[in-house]
């Protein structure tokens, strides 16, 4: 069973904004992701991590930024909301990367007005 | 440019019937896939997987075929059930690579 969480699960907020998506979990995992996704379309992958102090951005530009430091916390910032930031962002975790599944969070759906 | 690619974007079945889901890829470096289903403001949940050294993985009443010289893979689920009901994600990694490529989903729907 994964055990990994995210909050806040909604996110309404205004242009300028600076928020905080919030991911954790308990799997003790060295691999975390996340990824942004837009109704009916695919995941795409904007960051990731292979452990603590390490952060590589992934095949989608993204204007957030990422951190980790420590093994099970891999929070995403914008320091700036904007409505094209408008989206789901899925944060996943994983043993190892390519053939160990990757499992998913809960996801953060926000909506910048 | 979209690698994997899941053409239909919608499939109902009965319930008790067998219910097949397709993907196809363009990436020949690509040597694991994986099949992940989400429910509506849920995260998607692996399901099952095969390596490119297969051509076919079963689980229970899930079954993932892997055609390599057509770029194919399907997933059959039999007997369908409506709890089945959910959009089911193709998703593909070359050996080297560290990133879940995935398609757009197909929405399957299990009519009692």
């Known amino acids: 069973e994964a055990d990994i969480y995210q909050t806040p699960r909604y996110l309404v907020i205004g242009t300028g904004k600076k928020i905080t998506l919030e991911c954790s979990q308990t799997?003790?995992?060295?691999?975390m992701y996340w990824y942004q996704q837009d109704p009916g379309m695919e995941l795409h992958l904007i960051h990731y991590?292979?452990?603590?102090?390490?952060?590589e951005k992934g095949d989608l530009s993204s204007e957030s930024t990422v951190s980790r430091i420590r093994t099970e916390h891999f929070p995403l910032t914008l320091e700036s909301a904007r409505p094209s930031h408008t989206s789901q962002y899925l944060c996943?975790?994983?043993?190892?990367?390519?053939?160990?599944?990757?499992?998913f969070g809960p996801g953060t759906r926000l909506t910048v007005l | 440019d979209q690698q994997v690619k899941q053409n239909s974007p919608s499939l109902s079945v009965q319930e008790g019937r067998i219910s097949i889901l397709n993907c196809d890829y363009t990436?020949?470096?690509?040597?694991?896939f994986l099949w992940y289903k989400k429910y509506p403001a849920e995260g998607p949940t692996f399901l099952i997987s095969?390596?490119?050294?297969?051509d076919k993985n079963e689980d229970g009443r899930f079954t993932v075929f892997l055609n390599k010289s057509a770029k194919h893979l399907s997933l059959h689920i039999v007997p369908s059930q409506p709890g089945d009901s959910a959009v089911y994600f193709c998703?593909?990694?070359?050996?080297?690579?560290?990133?879940?490529?995935f398609g757009k989903g197909t929405s399957l729907l299990v009519t009692p």
């Open positions: 996943a975790s994983s043993k190892d990367r390519g053939y160990n599944e990757q499992f």
């Open positions: 998703a593909a990694i070359p050996n080297s690579g560290y990133a879940l490529n």
């Open positions: 990436n020949s470096m690509f040597d694991y």
């Open positions: 799997m003790g995992h060295d691999k």
């Open positions: 991590s292979y452990g603590v102090n390490s952060t």
């Open positions: 095969i390596s490119s050294i297969k």
